[in-house]
């Protein structure tokens, strides 16, 4: 008995030690095929992500580090391709939360640091941000583009004199860089209102930028925005008239800057030329189909741009853009179903606009004038020029709607944003004359006259309604008579009525 429990004791054991043994052995066979596997999926990340493949580099990526979660090298090239992908505030907070992960796990990694920086800013997080650029800075890490970034925080701060301080910084480390004097120029213009030194900010650019196409390009951009259509022609062509690139920016803005000025022979050689050197870009034949628009041949237009619109997997800017071409050319059937096709990755501005230009077709005031309110109204970070632009629809919509207080509070949001733009103080001034509200009708009025000699009819017509408010014998009509002569020849007659 007892030498046969002796040999069960024995033989226990015997079983147990190889069941150890095997299971050692599968345990070291697991993780090796899990490492293996693991170093599979991270080569495969980097192959991806050296093709072009961010969005596929990211999901591998994402695989390898649940199996290798303290990486830190992975977490950092992780955390760089979330952020380089993000586009919408969901895909902004992703990002951030991925970067700060990789700098927990690598403090003052400068890669990441820099990333940081933009993704913070645009969620709001100037405390965050600032403090990343403190640390670069205690790195001694500083260029031109985190001056720029600096400088776009003092600015969101409301402190133009310390974003120009930064933004000249900038300038200095990199003259030739056309996004830092462009928004060093829109500083100057916008909110220290000095329009001379914006110019020469421009021209010098031009100079230290010896004709490289993006240089060109931004100096078109910024003379075409304030309404300068020759010296926007003139950045962007030779002597002879011709582009002076093949490069398509380049030869759009020379395209816009012929139309801006009636040259529509010269745009639609530039346009032509756009369409030879770059089939696959629609927005010359957007371009050209513009002008057929402009000319009153709708038939011919919706022809140049129905094969782009029809094509499918369209990205959302290029949606957008043939989304108001076919808006322009009263084709609403079309652009509706562009406008469904942008999905939800794009800001809820976008669908909004284009469907308050729908309503607007339509003749639909009440359901445009809600959309562009709320476009204007839900928080959104609109391009400037856009966002003057809704504000004028927003203003005609409550004009038609008989809402005078409506349509002023929109034309004063307009001035608001471009406080030197001529033909939105003129709409003000209007809307101020509108509702009685006679001396600051004229106060506009005063301003716009200087500018633009067909307002001088108006700006009289004001100074007269406030005469016949006061007794005869304190009226004074010399400053009418005076604006009388100044009005173009067409309208004398018309701005003479009102002495009569």
């Known amino acids: ?13 015997a079983v147990a030690a190889a069941t150890a043994a095997a299971a050692t052995a599968v345990h070291f066979v697991h993780a090796y095929q899990v490492q293996r596997g693991a170093q599979e ?20 990526l994402d695989r390898y580090l649940l199996l290798n979660r303290d990486d830190a090298d992975a977490r950092t090239r992780y955390a760089l391709l979330v952020a380089g992908q993000s586009k919408n505030p969901r895909q902004k907070e992703l990002a951030y939360q991925a970067l700060t992960e ?34 670069l800075r205690k790195a001694g890490v500083e260029d031109a583009g985190l001056m720029r970034h600096q400088a776009r925080l003092e600015l969101a701060e409301r402190k133009p004199d310390k974003a120009e301080e930064w933004y000249r910084k900038a300038v200095n480390a990199a003259p030739a860089d056309p996004e830092v004097s462009s928004e060093l120029a829109a500083v100057l213009r916008e909110h220290l209102h000095a329009p001379d030194l914006a110019d020469r900010e421009i021209d010098r650019l031009l100079r230290d930028g010896r004709g490289a196409p993006p240089v060109r390009l931004a100096a078109a951009q910024y003379f075409l925005r304030w309404g300068d259509a020759a010296k926007a022609e003139r950045a962007v062509t030779t002597p002879a008239g011709d582009a002076a690139a093949d490069d398509a920016g380049v030869l759009l ?17 530039h346009l032509d030329r756009g369409v030879a050197r770059h089939p696959r870009d629609s927005r010359f034949p957007s371009g050209l189909a513009r002008l057929e628009l402009r000319g009153g041949n709708r038939e011919r237009a919706l022809a140049l741009v129905g094969p782009h619109a029809a094509a499918q997997n369209l990205p959302p800017e290029e949606l957008w853009r043939l989304g108001n071409l076919l808006i322009d050319a009263g084709d609403l059937g079309k652009a509706d179903d562009l406008i469904g096709r942008l999905g939800r990755d794009v800001p809820r501005w976008v669908p909004d606009y284009l469907r308050g230009r729908l309503a607007v077709g339509r003749q639909a005031w009440a359901e445009a004038r809600q959309l562009f309110a709320a476009v204007t109204g839900g928080g959104h970070e609109l391009p400037p020029e856009l966002a003057r632009q809704t504000y004028l629809l ?27 733009w001529v033909p939105g103080r003129r709409l003000l001034g209007s809307a101020y004359a509108t509702l009685g509200r006679l001396n600051e009708a004229a106060q506009e009025y005063r301003i716009v006259a200087v500018a633009d000699p067909d307002a001088t009819v108006e700006f009289a017509r004001v100074l007269a309604r406030q005469a016949l408010r006061v007794p005869p014998a304190d009226r004074r009509w010399a400053e009418i008579e005076e604006l009388i002569d100044r009005a173009p020849p067409a309208r004398r007659p018309e701005a003479q009525l009102l002495l009569a």
């Open 41 to 60: 999926l991270l080569a495969e990340s980097a192959r991806l992500a050296q093709a072009g493949e961010p969005a596929e580099a990211t999901e591998y």
């Open 102 to 135: 990789a700098l927990a796990r690598s403090p003052g990694r400068v890669e990441v640091l820099r990333a940081a920086v933009p993704v913070a800013a645009d969620l709001g997080l100037r405390r965050e941000a600032r403090g990343f650029l403190e640390e």
């Open 394 to 420: 927003l203003a005609d919509c409550h004009g038609r709607l008989g809402n005078p207080d409506g349509q002023l509070a929109a034309y004063r949001r307009v001035t608001e944003l471009a406080p030197q």
């Open 253 to 269: 803005a020379a395209a816009e800057a012929a139309l801006a000025q009636n040259k529509t022979a010269a745009a639609r050689r």
């Open 1 to 13: 008995m007892t030498a046969r429990k002796t040999l069960n004791v024995r033989f226990a054991a």
